[in-house]
């Protein structure tokens, strides 16, 4: 397989270079407008006009070419067939057309340059199973039907035959109202290894380098066939041998057309390093040509989960899975976790499988949910060696909202347009990341006057009101020689992004209005089943009341939306504010919400009189611990914080009447005769008992009596403010200060140590001052001891026998 010939490829390149020019004046003269084109001499109209365009992803009629050729090892070729199948699996149109081809060269009696071993068929569900029946038939050479070169011309030739001269199919025939339909975009996808080599075929001459010359012109007029047929050609190679420069002359050469004005959807070539690469590159191409977008997932071999997302703008697309043993069995799960069914309905999403018993399996889904999906694979064993990959195909198909201001213009007006987009599922796009690229530009049509063309902006410069809103402004003037219907139709285009191309419809209004209204809705987060205010603005100059409507389009889907009131009165030749509420219904979709208020005059033919977005955001009613978390939290940190206060006081409480360390003296006059220190843990409560043994001819002692003791043993206590009391064994209890002698029997009882009792009456709540009951109160006696002065808290009662002491002390 060479291409020897240098001199065919100068030719090949000339050649190309002198076809250019011309056709591209053909096709320029053959668009609309231009000179000599339709509608040179008259006023064109979209075919928005006699119909809305269909839901869903405009359809392509598209060929994959795959050489067979001998050079091609058995895995190589296995590949090439694996990626045919991943592009008409992974077809997001129901609508679109594929067909496959094989081709290698005609060398001897018997042989054929090409083999189609799918026919154009439509990519239905019923389509596409038998293009994945049919595709496997590239993975089986035949060398006595195909010879081994690589046969260019021939298979170019093949494919544009085949989508240009198949019946009307789809995106041909005549549409709604007996127009005719826009053709679906041709596209030939073209996979190689090598070279132009027909040096073998007698069809090219009768010797090698006539041959290859000769090759070289046909493809050339293979591309100029392609070109005029408005057929794009992208050629893909792989390996060390391909010549790319072929490759681009190839890509050039076709229909330089494209999907949108986007660079990356205008014809290219591209190669890879080895076959192994083919799948995701030629992937990548196909979506590049369909202004789709391509989301790669992760790989495993089974069992696995793998995952792939799917943004919020995808409104349709195809989860492919290169499984390549059909053993491997394939179960998806939707973001929200659950199952979804293989051809079905399921919660606003339609859902249809195919593959599923070939090396390739795929399902489309209209109006996926965004996020990620999961895609479980189990194989039985001996079906386990092969990674698997996921992708996912997706195109945004957005609907625009517009908003006219005013809605009904006179002729020489200037006009703002507010263009907000969504998804068919409602979603309202708000994140201008999603958006990134997108040019947006509207064509308004009508009576009298040529289309005009202008382009919209969200960048905050007037008369757009703020950049990054996700709504885009600009501003026309009608022309002055307008009459009747408007028509306005808007044009998105970003890649993996295209316009519903919707139109808007409106009259012109032949004098000044006599009743002029504005329309504002106050930005609100609310949860389902609320209410958003809004205010109408209205000024009537007529003599007559005027009754105007609210109205409420474009709301997203399950809103419910209902405006009250539904028509207000506008008094005569007054200026008026009405306030009006607009409510949610209880299962309206969390999200921006879609929708504008439009007040149209009742009198006039209901003359759109101004119209306003929803500017609100649906959010998830707050739970219990979110509305209330707040006073709980609050709740918990005061409790805290009492707990602690209480532990403190507690645990200080406890240390003051702790009596570790305090150690209490048995004296006699001056003379002591015993002691005992209170050891940790030996006063309980702030408790200590013990006794005085007077052991007959021997001192007396004191001994500690475990367990609080009993109405026998003398008791030593301190209370929680840190004072002492005695009580003596079957008397009473009297205060204890430290290092002051206490009458207990026949001696007395000395306490020293431990931490000091603060002074009376300060800061001691639980401690009062001794009342005076008469004129002993200073003075007594009781107990073997006598106490004098002010300061005691022993005394004696009014008649002067001892009697306990007048003292609250709280243990």
Not at 368 to 381: C, M, N, S
Not at 708 to 733: F, I, K, Y
Request: aromatic share 4%; hydrophobic share 35%.
């Amino acid at each position: 397989m060479q291409w020897t010939n240098k001199g065919g490829v100068l030719l090949l390149a000339g050649a190309l270079l002198a076809l250019s020019g011309p056709l591209a004046a053909t096709a320029a003269a053959g668009a609309p407008g231009a000179p000599g084109g339709p509608g040179a001499n008259a006023v064109p109209r979209t075919a928005a006009t006699q119909a809305d365009p269909p839901e869903g992803p405009d359809p392509i009629d598209f060929a994959v070419v795959v050489d067979q050729s001998a050079s091609l090892a058995d895995k190589d070729l296995a590949r090439e067939t694996e990626a045919a199948a991943l592009l008409v699996q992974g077809e997001i149109s129901e609508r679109s057309r594929a067909a496959v081809i094989g081709f290698g060269s005609s060398e001897k009696r018997g042989q054929s340059p090409v083999r189609e071993v799918c026919p154009l068929t439509v990519a239905d569900a019923a389509g596409r199973e038998r293009l994945s029946d049919c595709v496997q038939e590239l993975g089986r050479r035949d060398e006595a039907r195909m010879g081994p070169g690589t046969d260019f011309p021939a298979a170019v030739r093949q494919a544009v035959t085949r989508l240009t001269g198949a019946g009307p199919g789809p995106g041909k025939g005549t549409g709604t109202g007996g127009t005719k339909a826009p053709a679906a975009p041709k596209v030939v996808f073209l996979l190689t290894d090598g070279k132009l080599d027909v040096a073998d075929s007698p069809e090219y001459g009768t010797d090698r380098e006539n041959r290859q010359s000769n090759g070289a012109l046909r493809l050339t007029e293979e591309l100029a066939r392609a070109r005029a047929a408005g057929v794009q050609i992208w050629p893909l190679g792989f390996g060390s041998e391909i010549d790319r420069a072929a490759l681009t002359a190839m890509a050039q050469g076709g229909y330089r057309g494209a999907c949108s004005e986007i660079p990356d959807s205008e014809p290219r070539m591209r190669v890879v390093d080895t076959s192994a690469e083919i799948d995701k590159a030629l992937q990548e191409t196909f979506a590049a040509a369909r202004c789709a977008r391509i989301a790669h997932g992760t790989v495993g071999k089974p069992p696995a989960d793998l995952t792939v997302t799917i943004p919020p703008i995808a409104t349709d697309g195809s989860l492919t899975v290169a499984k390549h043993d059909p053993k491997v069995q394939v179960t998806y799960f939707d973001p929200a976790g659950r199952k979804v069914p293989l051809r079905d309905e399921f919660d606003g999403s339609t859902f249809e499988v195919s593959g599923q018993n070939g090396p390739v399996e795929a399902l489309r889904v209209k109006n996926p949910l965004p996020g990620a999906w999961r895609v479980h694979i189990e194989a039985p064993e001996g079906h386990r060696d092969r990674e698997v990959a996921v992708r996912a195909i997706w195109q945004g198909r957005l609907q625009s909202a517009v908003v006219l201001d005013p809605a009904s213009p006179r002729a020489g007006e200037q006009v703002k347009v507010e263009v907000q987009m969504q998804t068919r599922r409602g979603v309202v796009i708000t994140d201008p990341r999603q958006l990134a690229g997108l040019s947006v530009a509207a064509d308004l049509s009508g009576e009298g006057f040529r289309p005009v063309s202008f382009k919209l902006a969200d960048d905050g410069k007037a008369p757009d009101a703020k950049a990054g809103d996700v709504r885009f402004t600009g501003t026309l003037t009608i022309p002055a020689s307008a009459t009747g219907d408007l028509e306005l139709v808007t044009r998105m285009e970003a890649p993996g992004i295209t316009s519903d191309r919707r139109p808007l419809r409106t009259r012109l209004a032949e004098d000044a209005p006599l009743v002029t209204a504005a329309v504002t809705v106050d930005g609100a987060t609310v949860h389902p089943g609320a209410t958003v205010r809004g205010t109408l603005d209205v000024t009537n100059n007529d003599s007559a009341p005027r009754t105007l409507r609210l109205a409420l389009d474009n709301q997203t889907p399950g809103a419910e939306l209902a405006v009250s009131p539904a028509t207000v009165t506008a008094p005569p030749n007054s200026s008026t504010q009405i306030p009006f509420t607009v409510t949610l219904g209880k299962g309206t979709p969390f999200g921006a919400l879609a929708g504008q208020v439009t007040v149209v005059d009742t009198a006039d033919s209901d003359r759109p009189l101004r119209g306003a977005f929803l500017n609100v955001r649906v959010v998830e009613p707050p739970t219990w611990w979110e509305r209330w978390w707040k006073a709980v939290a609050g709740g918990a940190a005061l409790a805290l914080v009492i707990g602690i206060f209480v532990v403190i006081r507690v645990l200080a409480r406890r240390r003051r009447r702790d009596l570790t360390g305090v150690t209490i003296e048995l004296c006699q006059g001056e003379r002591s005769l015993d002691s005992l220190t209170v050891r940790r843990g030996q006063s309980p409560g702030g408790v200590f008992a013990f006794a005085v043994d007077e052991p007959y001819g021997t001192p007396p002692t004191l001994r500690r009596i475990p367990g609080g003791g009993s109405s026998t043993a003398h008791v030593l206590r301190r209370n929680g403010s840190g004072e002492m009391a005695l009580r003596t064994r079957g008397g009473g209890q009297v205060p204890v200060r430290t290092g002051e002698p206490v009458g207990i029997g026949d001696h007395e009882l000395v306490v020293r140590g431990g931490r000091p009792a603060p002074a009376r009456g300060r800061g001691t709540p639980w401690l009062h001052r001794p009342r005076r009951t008469g004129p002993g109160a200073g003075s007594g006696g009781g107990g073997g001891s006598t106490g004098a002065g002010s300061g005691s808290l022993s005394g004696a009662g009014t008649d002067g026998s001892p009697g306990a002491p007048d003292y609250d002390i709280n243990f």
